[in-house]
């Protein structure tokens, strides 16, 4: 059984900083990509972040020279760094990992708020 835990959601002012963490558990032979989505209120689930296992990233345009992601592979963890918060980035973030078992599978965390306001 996989699980991906995250944890550092939370409520911050505009132009604050919040750290995401996830970590994978459970057995498994490989991870391949991790990564962040996103779903604000009244809105499609969305593509924050990825990192793959040879650290290649990619970023939504709209948190692109804000957010930063990286990863462990050694702990089977994923961590987004938010700076320059703004009330858009107000969502559930979910953190998603392409894991082999007997297949690929995608697998997805339960979800953490992070709220930008004032």
């Known amino acids: 059984q996989v699980q991906l835990v995250e944890s550092g959601g939370g409520l911050v002012q505009p132009g604050g900083s919040l750290r995401l963490s996830c970590a994978a558990s459970g057995r498994f032979f490989r991870i391949n990509v991790m990564g962040w989505y996103r779903q604000a209120p009244g809105k499609e689930r969305e593509l924050v972040a990825t990192?793959?296992?040879?650290?290649?990233?990619n970023y939504a345009d709209s948190v692109k020279g804000r957010f930063t992601i990286d990863g462990d592979n050694a702990k089977s963890t994923v961590s987004l760094q938010m700076n320059n918060l703004e009330p858009e980035d107000t969502a559930v973030y979910y953190c998603n990992a392409l894991i082999y078992i007997n297949n690929w599978t995608n697998y997805w965390g339960i979800g953490t708020l992070v709220t930008v306001s004032s």
């Open positions: 990192i793959t296992r040879d650290g290649s990233t």
